[in-house]
């Protein structure tokens, strides 16, 4: 069982300290450790909201259910905002391992959620989910009226790498319908993604001879 004490130090000025403490709480975690840093989501102190937002992606996989449940119903915008983050670093702390379901049907809605903050911090953490999140974004891209999140999706595009995601980008590119700093921001991606899947390329031919 954690002590009060290490969570306690995840408010720590230090970020060492609270990097000490992250690191305990994910080893030695039990049934408590998730809702006790669920509980911290809301708080004011913003050190210690970030740290807690930190382990729960440490934590892993096994956070998601409870991720998503607040980041859909609770009344707190900070609360939804900061599971929103939750989500990213869970993806960033474990890349290799496959995104649930549910979490990527989570981002989907909270995309859509009334708190801008948390519309386009759900779109970052797609960015962070990387491949398996591009259907939603392209899908979410070609329905949503929402420029903010148009333009967010589209940089983000520029960063996954995914070929499904060139030909939505030269689309944007030509539709002179299409919100113009949408438009710029599609002209500044779409190199990007080139590059990147260049890279990915080369990488895979040296690898191979």
Not at 2 to 10: E, I, K, R, T
Not at 22 to 43: F, W
Not at 162 to 182: F, M, N, W
Request: with cysteine; charged share 25%; hydrophobic share 40%.
């Amino acid at each position: 069982m954690v002590a009060d004490s290490v969570f306690n130090q995840l408010k720590h000025p230090n970020p060492q300290m609270r990097q000490r403490a992250m690191t305990e709480i994910v080893e030695n975690r039990d049934e408590q450790t998730i809702p006790t840093l669920m509980a911290a989501l809301g708080e004011e102190d913003v050190v210690y909201r970030r740290a807690c937002v930190k382990t729960l992606g440490a934590v892993g996989m096994d956070s998601v259910p409870a991720v998503v449940e607040q980041m859909l119903n609770s009344d707190n915008d900070t609360v939804r905002a900061s599971c929103t983050k939750a989500m990213a670093q869970i993806a960033v702390y474990h890349p290799d391992e496959p995104f649930p379901a549910e979490g990527l049907e989570g981002l989907r809605k909270a995309m859509e959620d009334p708190y801008p903050v948390v519309q386009i911090a759900a779109v970052m953490s797609m960015g962070e989910i990387g491949v398996p999140a591009v259907e939603t974004l392209l899908e979410t891209l070609k329905t949503t009226d929402n420029v903010a999140i148009a333009l967010t999706i589209t940089n983000t595009l520029g960063s996954i790498g995914d070929p499904r995601a060139i030909e939505v980008l030269k689309g944007l590119i030509k539709d002179e319908s299409v919100d113009s700093y949408v438009r710029e921001t599609a002209e500044s991606a779409l190199p990007r993604l080139e590059q990147i899947m260049t890279q990915r390329d080369a990488k895979g031919s040296t690898r191979n001879s």
